[in-house]
Structures are given as C-alpha cells and as structure tokens.
C-alpha cells in the first residue's frame, strides 16, 4: 500500500487522507471519478460520489448500458448507508486465470477481469464500506463490502437501494416478482407495458406472493432497440436475501427489492460481510450472452477438496406418470394422517402407487438395458397421503417406506445392473421438521447406496411468514448443500432459489429446478417459445433439471381426464438434450413409450451430458436457438436446434468440427408436416457424411427443432 494518496495534485498523509477527503465532500468538493476498461477496452465502468452519493454508469463500445445509478442500502433503525459518503481509498488490480470446472460446458474456464475497488467513508457515522467492481470482457459484476469496524458490527437491511438505469424502453423477456416461487410463462414486451401485462402474467402456483405491479424476477433479459443484449442477475448468494427488480416505467430504471422474512427485514448482516455480487451481462452479439462463465466467475472455488464422486447423471424415473395422474405417490387413499400413528401394514392400498417394487424393478431393467445411469423414485415415502397444503410441521420423516417398497431389496437389485436409484426428498415446505431429520435422512442414503437426491420445497415455507427466497430459506439451501457434501451427496434442488452460480463452490449441486419445467405440460402446458428463452433467462445461473424427452405429447393418453398437451415437436424434444444444459438430464417419458421409438431414442442414449466445448451457432431469444457441443474427452459433437411457435428454417456450417476429418451426421428431424399442436410425433431421421466444410439447411416445425449427433468416421 502506497503511504500516500492523492486528491488533484497534491499528496496527503494517508493517515489523514479520509478525514480530508470527508470534510471537503461536505463543503461541497465531488471526489474525483474513477474508471476501469474491461481486459478488451470494449466495456467501461465510471464509478463517482455525487453530492454525497455514490454512482456508477456502464457502457459497451461506446454505448450507454446503464445510465448514472446510485448506490446504497436503506438501514432499520439508523442512519441509512445511501448518502454523506467521501472516497477515502481506492485499489485496482487485474486477474486472469484458468480453472477447470468438476463438470460443465466447457472443459476450461477463463476468468480474466480488471478490478476497482473504491472504499466509502460516511462523516456522520463514521461508518466505512466498500464497493467493488469488476468488469469482464462480458460484462459487469460489482458488490458491497461491510469491513469489521466498531460503528457497523450488526445491522438490518431495510431494502437495498442499488439502481439499474437503462438507456431506453428495452424489449424484456421478464416473469412477475415473486417472494415464493419462478414457475411463470415468460412475458415477452417493452418495459413500458410491464405494468399494464402483469395481471395476466401472475397465474396460479401453489405458493406465490408478488409485490409490485412493476417488480421482476432476475436473471432479466433484455433488448434495446440499437441491437444491445443485455442480461441483468446476482452472483454467489450467500447468507443474503434474493434480489428481484423495481421498474420505475417512467424513468426505466430498475432498482433492487429483496425478498423480506417473516417479520419484513430483509437482511440481519454481522460485519465483515459481503452482498452478492450484482451481475450485467451484455453483447451486440445474442449468443455471447449464452456462453457467459460472468456469474460462475464471481463465485468461489470449489469449497469440496476432493470431488471424485460427483458425476454427470443420465436418468429416468418413476415421475411422469404421476404427474400426468396415471399413477399416485400415495400408497393409500387416505386422509388427515399422522404419521407417526399409521401402521401402513394394516390399511388398504390404493391399486395407483407407482413406486412398488415391480414397477420400480421395470424402470431398472429399462435403465440398464440403455446405459443409463440411474433411476429417480418418487412416493416411495410414508405421508404422501395428505402433504401439501396443511402446513403440517411433521409430514415426512425421509427414512420410512410405504409397504411395497424394499429398500434394501431394490438396491441390491439396482446394484446388480449398475444402477444406481435417487433419493426424494420432499419437505412440502415444511423446512424445521427436514432439517430436523436431516443427517438421519443422510446418513440412510449412505447405508443404503444413494449418492443423489432430489429436494422439493412445494407449498407454503414452515415456520409461516418465511418466503422462498428470503434471507433464512438461502441459509437453509446452503447448508443442505454443504451437509449433502459431508455425506458425499449430490442435490438436485427443486422449488428452491434461482442459481446464482453457485454450483462452483459447491459442485455437488448438479441441478436446479427454479423455473417452469417440463412438468406444467401436463397442467396446462409452456409455450411454444419457452426453450428459446429459458438460456437467456434462468440458465444464466446455472444448469436447469427441465426433464426433457417426453415423446407422447397427448397426456390424455395417460390419463383420459388430462387434456393437456406438450407444446413441442418430438424432434425438439431431443433437441433439450443438447440446448437446455444440465450435467443431470432425465428421459422423463415412460419405458413403454421410448419402446415405441427406438430410433428417436437412440438420441437420447447416444448423447453426452458433461462437454469439453460449446459453440452457439444461431441464437435469438424468444425465437431460436441453435448450439453445439463437443462431448468429454471424445471427438463427437451433438448439436441441438429449438425454435418457437412460427418455426423457421435453420442455415449452420459445421466449420467447428476438426479439420481432415469426416464425420457421420444422424440428423434427427421434423417430419414434413410435423406442427406442435397439429402433428407433433412427425418425425425423420437422415445419414450423411459431412466435414467442418459441409453446411446444412434444416427445417424446423412450428414449436419444433432439430438434433444432430456427429461421430467422427470409424469411432
């Protein structure tokens, strides 16, 4: 550190350089503006106390991306930390390294960044934070830092007051704010019709609770009319509330609102701490938004030292045909049970519970046979009789089978085909009673051969008045991952908070939920367009579990009561194996069905789910997007194309592929006539040769796509 600072031309002591530096921003002197260029020069972040008040603003090649928009947090109970501060130090450095990720998209990551770190003096308080900046040749990440000091030891948030102004009235593809849940349709407008589009966009959910006519969920996608893609969310959230979005719709400026606890604080903070880091991702150039490592960057190293056992997961399960109610979670049709005075041995079994024995043994055999991985059972638990909706404390206890379900008997058996079965845990919200049981519920995985679990958190979080998303919910998800990590365990959180990227630090967190899924096609159905978007959107934070593969697109046929319908093409259904990324991909359909389509099937065994390269070759949100992968440690390239209700005609050169090499391409796609709603199941598949020379024009059906495996000739 320098024993000097400067302020105009003259050198202070720094021992008296904040005390200086204070007194002259109260006569009214501005301290002097700093700025920081991305490691390109194409992306310039200005950082300036104005009046008092701390400010930032963001451009890309000359580009206003966010206007001057202020700093600060709203304080409970004292003086608020937004106005009366005076830059008294600041620090820059530079940073580049390459890491490699357990599992990803890419074998190899760059994080390379110049940093500004700027420390901010309140006179009256005395109180001193810190705010840093770092921009990458994507984009922005910036954070408030609290250093231990004696007139800031505890404090509560009142709301965080950071400030996104854009530069006009931007295309959006957003989802209303919500404190409890994301699984809403996209809304695809201009900002300023936000407000007059919300209603309609706030349908049911099993528990919600929005705020604002205006307020957003990150991560917020966004278009301007000179061509700028614009991507706005958090990064490593951490003992901290989920930031959603304000829009001020006559301003367009969007401000930060978290999410409150039970009793309306929005952050109980002991110093030092951190905030998460606020994330802007932006391009001329679509598809650069989708290959951003920004959020993942702004996230630790992996915190578990040896990670050997955490392994990509190809799998199918008892799932879909209880979704669609062919089949019960619930081994009785019983009501108003407790749980710990059933004796499930003497009542009568419904005839519907999928998780029995025989059936399990079903999707085992399938599992093998095909070279999956593992089978997902779900109901296989005592309490499915009455769990949602009663806020019952007590509703599983995570370690007890229902009747026809031998633990021990169907792992052995899964064991015996190189299987393995994942766990279910469903808290039905109820958050005390599973961290109560949590290390026994572990600790049984460990006894009986599971290495992954599937979390839920459906329904009204317990203890009441406690969101989703507040400040003790992502405590809670934390240390579930952490505690999964003790015992070896993998999670695949379901309901729980949007990804943050925090799958660096803990890489045991092979998948999230977290946004509407392949599920509510059997409760009404997504749209055509949801897979052109849902990359630009939720997938910014980390791989999504969207449950791909459904082939009957009819839920009818299922069950006869159900008259919903998948709203995509059976060849698109392939092609999310390859656009939605997730090192977890399920084959959510039913065996019986697969059964029926070998060919198209094939696909789905044939591709990868961990990468050493990605490339997007064609991309528009809300429209289309066209990616291709290379697969771990071999030479094959899987290439996936999803387009929205209009369909489209995709052009793509293969230039990626190795040179002198030729490789067989099994293209797998829209049949003639194939139509999301009129003729989904259309489907054909084409051989050829092609090398890196070769360019294909392929047709995609309304609500269709396209998937192309590429092995390398004679492989």
């Not at 904040?18 to 700093?34: H, I, K, N």
């Not at 910036?142 to 965080?160: A, G, H, N, S, V």
């Not at 205006?214 to 969310?233: E, R």
């Amino acid at each position: 550190m320098q024993p000097f600072s400067t302020f105009g031309t003259r050198s202070i002591p720094r021992p008296f350089a904040p005390l200086l530096l204070v007194c002259l921003s109260l006569l009214g002197y501005a301290a002097t503006a700093e700025e920081i260029k991305s490691p390109n020069g194409q992306l310039t972040l200005n950082f300036e106390v104005q009046g008092g008040v701390p400010t930032y603003r963001f451009s890309y090649k000359g580009r206003e991306v966010i206007k001057p928009s202020k700093l600060g947090l709203e304080l409970k109970g004292t003086t608020s930390l937004q106005t009366g501060f005076a830059q008294t130090d600041k620090q820059t450095r530079s940073f580049d390294e390459t890491w490699t990720p357990v599992w990803g998209e890419a074998k190899t990551i760059r994080n390379h960044y110049n940093e500004l770190a700027v420390t901010l003096t309140q006179a009256e308080t005395q109180r001193t934070i810190r705010v840093r900046f770092r921009v990458f040749d994507d984009g922005l990440g910036f954070r408030y830092e609290f250093p231990r000091q004696p007139k800031l030891d505890y404090f509560t948030i009142k709301e965080e007051r950071t400030q996104f102004a854009l530069a006009g009235d931007h295309k959006a593809f957003w989802l209303p704010g919500d404190y409890d849940t994301q699984e809403y349709s996209t809304v695809t407008s201009k900002l300023s019709e936000v407000r007059g589009k919300m209603k309609a966009a706030v349908t049911g959910n099993a528990s919600q609770t929005t705020f604002s006519p205006t307020g957003l969920q990150t991560p917020l996608m966004l278009k301007s009319q000179d061509g700028l893609y614009i991507n706005i969310h958090e990064a490593a959230l951490i003992d901290y509330s989920c930031m959603h979005l304000e829009l001020d719709d006559k301003t367009m400026t969007l401000e930060s609102h978290l999410t409150p606890d039970a009793v309306g604080d929005k952050g109980l903070i002991q110093t030092p701490a951190n905030s998460p880091w606020r994330t802007v991702i932006v391009s001329d150039k679509a598809g650069d938004i989708l290959l951003s490592k920004l959020v993942l960057n702004l996230n630790e190293p992996s915190k578990i030292k040896d990670t050997s056992w955490i392994k990509p997961v190809k799998y199918v399960g008892v799932w879909w045909e209880m979704i669609t109610g062919k089949s019960s979670w619930s081994y009785t049709n019983m009501d108003n049970i407790k749980l710990d005075s059933v004796d499930y041995k003497t009542v009568k079994p419904n005839g519907t519970h999928g998780a029995n024995n025989a059936h399990v043994k079903e999707y085992i055999d399938f599992a093998a046979q095909h070279g999956f991985d593992a089978v997902l059972v779900e109901g296989w638990n005592t309490g499915w009789e009455d769990w949602f909706g009663k806020h019952k404390d007590y509703v599983f206890d995570f370690v007890t089978p229902y009747p026809d379900f031998d633990v021990q008997e169907l792992n052995r058996y899964a064991a015996s085909k190189g299987v393995k079965i994942i766990m279910h845990h469903e808290t039905s919200g109820s958050v005390r009673n599973y961290e109560r049981h949590l290390e026994k519920a572990f600790q049984f995985m460990n006894d009986n051969g599971y290495n992954a679990v599937k979390t839920g958190y459906v329904g009204d979080i317990v203890p009441l008045g406690h969101h989703h998303y507040d400040q003790w919910m992502i405590d809670h998800y934390n240390y579930v991952l952490e505690k999964a990590a003790d015992h070896k365990i993998m999670v695949n959180g379901h309901e729980a908070v949007r990804p943050t990227g925090l799958s660096r630090t803990y890489p045991n967190l092979i998948g999230n939920e977290a946004a509407r899924g392949t599920e509510y096609e059997s409760f009404g159905g997504n749209n055509a367009d949801h897979t052109t978007i849902l990359p630009f959107t939720r997938l910014v934070g980390g791989p999504m579990d969207y449950t791909p593969g459904i082939f009957q697109t009819k839920v009818s046929a299922y069950n006869p009561q159900n008259n919903s319908f998948v709203h995509s093409t059976l060849a698109r259904q392939l092609a999310l194996y390859v656009t939605m990324y997730s090192p977890l991909q399920m084959a959510a359909d039913l065996p019986e069905t697969y059964n029926k389509h070998l060919d198209a099937f094939q696909f789905i065994k044939d591709v990868a789910v961990d990468w050493d390269d990605t490339k997007v070759l064609e991309a528009e949100p809300g429209d289309y997007i066209t990616y291709a992968r290379k697969a771990k440690g071999k030479s094959s390239w899987f290439v996936g194309s999803t387009c929205d209700e209009n369909g489209r005609t995709s052009k793509i050169d293969l230039s990626f592929l190795e040179p002198g090499k030729k490789y067989t391409a099994t293209i797998y796609a829209d049949g003639k006539d194939a139509h999301y709603e009129k003729n989904p199941q259309a489907y054909q598949i084409r051989k050829q040769t092609v090398t890196r020379k070769t360019k294909l024009t392929q047709l995609c059906a309304p609500g269709g796509g396209y998937a192309i495996s590429l092995v390398e000739a004679g492989k």
